[in-house]
């Protein structure tokens, strides 16, 4: 089995044709002053393309709502300077072979206080699970609920208008759609907090109205995660019984595909299977999956001691990945830091040079190279 037996083989998801399985992950990286994705930023991207990586989505993008953004430098994904920004983005891409997904978020009551745009934060209901430094807000009203559902709307159509091969609704790590999800964050009584089912509803909305504002043929990739940047422990799902229970709704409202975000891959889900969440989640809801955790950090990097069962019997190792990509466990893979690190990461495992790959260093994140 070798990698180009399993991750490099071409797919069809919908209307969505990629050359491999190799997906950038998202990644915040704080370069676009004013919010607009300058040159840099363009070639950056562009290097992750020519190294032939097959889905690039991008770092999280905020849509058009006075609390989206927590972050300084983040880009914007509303506003002529910033689409126009997008629209280079999407192009270098493009000439480079490659494809490109923007990730819409929306960070709710996570965010520094003082950061654009100040003031009070609509979040989803105070909850006092911020992390120190970062504030909560008050409960959002209807109002509230309504314009952010309509901003991921409009900027899921402006993906589509100016480009972009699909879109990514952050619905993960603790961030305003995984506020709504959490029983940790959500205390609302009205029908958007209660059980998953309800404080599913949020989610529902905005799935709902991109669906409707892109169309049926524009691929949405939407991710979750169960462990939350607040809490590392949270989960969402405690079997597989209520995982398909919180995943049917959303992929019924609109969801081609799920980026399931895990710390580990190699990591059992549930109990009784080696299944990692983006192999449960595809068997429960036949819809394809996208795997991420540590792809290409730890054992990959370990000296070898020259025998093939040293490399397999780390958790971490290409060999792990390859043998749950070669069952199809999942479709895709996404690879976050060792992209960092490597922009040409897909190119270099195809050929099979995993000792010349450099291992990720946080320095790394002081430059965008
Ligand atoms: C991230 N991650 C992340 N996730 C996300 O959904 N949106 C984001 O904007 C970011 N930002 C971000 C910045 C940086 C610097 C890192 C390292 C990570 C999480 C990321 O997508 C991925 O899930 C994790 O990094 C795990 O994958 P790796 O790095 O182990 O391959």
Redo the contacts with the bound molecule.
Sequence with gaps: MTASDTLFRPIDLGPLHLENRIVM?????TYSPGNVPNQQVIDYYRRRAEGGTGLIIT??TFIDHPAASGYPNVPAFYGDAALAGWKKVVDAVHAAGGKIAP?L?HVGAIRRPGVMPGGDTPGHSPSGMARPGKVTGHAMTQQDIDDTVAAFARAAADAKRIGFDAIEL?G??GYLIDQFFWDGTNQRDDAYGGDLAARSRFALEIIRAVRAAVGPDFPVIF?FSQWKQQDYSARLCETPEELKAFLMPLAEAGVDIFHC?T?RFWEPEFDGSDLNLAGWVKKLTGKPTIT??????NADFLPDDGTADFRAAQPASIDNLLERAARDEFDLV???????ANPDWANQVKEGHLDSLKAYEKDM?KTLA
């Design positions: 992950a998202p990644m915040t990286r770092e999280g990730q978020w952050h993960a790590h991710r975000s710390r991420v955790g540590s792809v290409g950090l996404a690879v976050g830091r060792a992209l960092i994140l």
